[in-house]
């Protein structure tokens, strides 16, 4: 009798080491989930301007994933205006991502919050914030706001784009 009940107290003991043993497995698994998603470094193009044949959204963001520099000429074009020389990307090492939002005479303020990849798809999270400036003349003329963001190279099945939270397009990769 006494061989079964060192067997019982036995099972006693494995069971809060095997327990603690699940929980921080779990929580190691959980880790690498959150480890999966890589935030990207990019960098704000400036110095360009949407070419009027730029195939864009009516009444809703537009977004464009370049890599190569022919088709990103094709859409965006150097602003002759500006005195300084627009961001030229390396498309050697480099990707664009273009976000255009429909034409307003009262331009929004736009920011990009976050750059990351999960599962293969690419997420660009930015802030949209309307202008409260006081004009007191309304603009007579349009203008296309719009982002410019060059970030490394990435293999991705597909982009989202995420505006104050919502998302708000998601564009496949098309093959070439």
Not at 157 to 170: D, H, Y
Request: net charge positive.
């Amino acid at each position: 009798m006494s061989n079964m009940s060192f067997f019982a107290s036995f099972q006693r003991r494995l069971r809060v080491p095997f327990l603690s043993t699940f929980f921080v497995a779990c929580l190691f698994l959980i880790s690498l989930v959150a480890l999966a998603q890589v935030t990207l470094k990019y960098r704000m193009l400036n110095g360009y301007f949407l070419s009027n044949d730029a195939p864009v959204n009516k009444g809703k963001p537009t977004l464009f994933v370049f890599e190569q520099a022919e088709t990103f000429e094709k859409v965006f074009k150097p602003a002759t205006t500006m005195s300084k020389r627009p961001d030229v990307p390396n498309f050697n090492k480099e990707m664009v991502v273009g976000i255009a939002l429909p034409a307003t005479n009262k331009p929004p303020k736009l920011s990009i919050s976050r750059v990351f990849v999960q599962d293969s798809v690419m997420t660009i999270r930015y802030i949209r914030m309307a202008d409260t400036t006081l004009n007191k003349t309304p603009l007579s003329f349009t203008t296309q706001p719009m982002l410019l963001v060059a970030l490394p190279t990435q293999s991705v099945l597909s982009t989202r784009l995420i505006e104050n939270g919502k998302v708000v397009l998601t564009l496949k990769k098309q093959d070439d």
